[in-house]
């Protein structure tokens, strides 16, 4: 049973950076792609990239290439995704989420979700 | 704007049968299987069914899915309060910004 466990609510101004962390327990975490998804308050759900880490290559959605960064420490397990220039529309929850690409291509096991706020 | 369309509500009574439909293109669920997540408020989205039809292990078969050309469906029967929140389905879309998509949401009440 895979578990991941992200880190808690920020609160940003706006033109700063935030970087959140994704905690995996369960399985190998190397075997598997971890990508980010965010939604924004009453929204939907919006895909911004991913790493495979035993490749330590990230794949980024057009929208956010340049701005976000995710990267992978495979001694700690931990992936994580930083986003910079932040402005308010960025004020989301941010999730983890294995995804299962060699297949189906889907989210299996999901994160808790980070709130970050982005506000002056 | 959403890559899959989604109707932004359905509702029905306890004990009842809803469908959900999420529609695509050729580039996405014309060509890749679909997925479908169920949200409860203020919770992550929790996988219920994946490559079209399956059900992940402890899915209860009152979630079913299915696809026809470039089109999908959620159905559930047996309605019951609980199974009110958002209802999502994904897939890839291999167009050049190739990636996950997902469809707007799908707000269920169970009136």
């Known amino acids: 049973q895979v578990q991941l466990v992200q880190s808690g609510a920020e609160v940003k101004k706006p033109g700063s950076s935030v970087k959140v962390s994704c905690k995996a327990s369960?399985?190998?975490?190397?075997?598997?792609?971890i990508s980010w998804v965010r939604q924004a308050p009453g929204q939907g759900l919006e895909w911004m990239g991913g790493?495979?880490?035993?490749?330590?290559?990230?794949n980024y959605a057009q929208k956010f290439q340049g701005r976000v960064t995710i990267s992978a420490d495979k001694s700690t397990s931990t992936a994580y995704m930083e986003l910079s220039s932040l402005r308010s529309e960025d004020t989301a929850v941010y999730y983890c989420?294995?995804?299962?690409?060699?297949?189906?291509?889907?989210?299996?096991?999901w994160g808790q979700g980070t709130l970050v706020t982005v506000s002056s | 704007q959403s890559v899959l369309t989604q109707p932004p509500s359905v509702s029905a009574a306890p004990g009842q049968r809803v469908t959900i439909s999420c529609s695509g293109s050729?580039?996405?669920?014309?060509?890749?299987?679909v997925s479908w997540y169920q949200q409860l408020p203020g919770t992550a989205p929790k996988l219920l069914i994946y490559?079209?039809?399956k059900r992940p292990s402890g899915i209860p078969d009152q979630f079913s899915g299915s696809k026809s050309g470039t089109s999908a469906t959620l159905g559930i029967t047996g309605l019951q309060t609980g199974d009110e929140a958002d209802y999502y389905c994904?897939?890839?879309?291999?167009?050049?910004?190739?990636?996950?998509?997902f469809g707007g949401g799908t707000k269920l009440t169970v009136l």
């Open positions: 989420a294995r995804f299962i690409g060699a297949t189906g291509y889907y989210f299996d096991y």
């Open positions: 369960g399985g190998t975490f190397t075997s598997y792609a």
């Open positions: 790493i495979f880490p035993i490749l330590d290559i990230p």
């Open positions: 050729s580039s996405n669920i014309g060509s890749n299987y």
């Open positions: 490559e079209n039809n």
């Open positions: 994904g897939t890839w879309d291999s167009s050049l910004s190739a990636g996950p998509v």
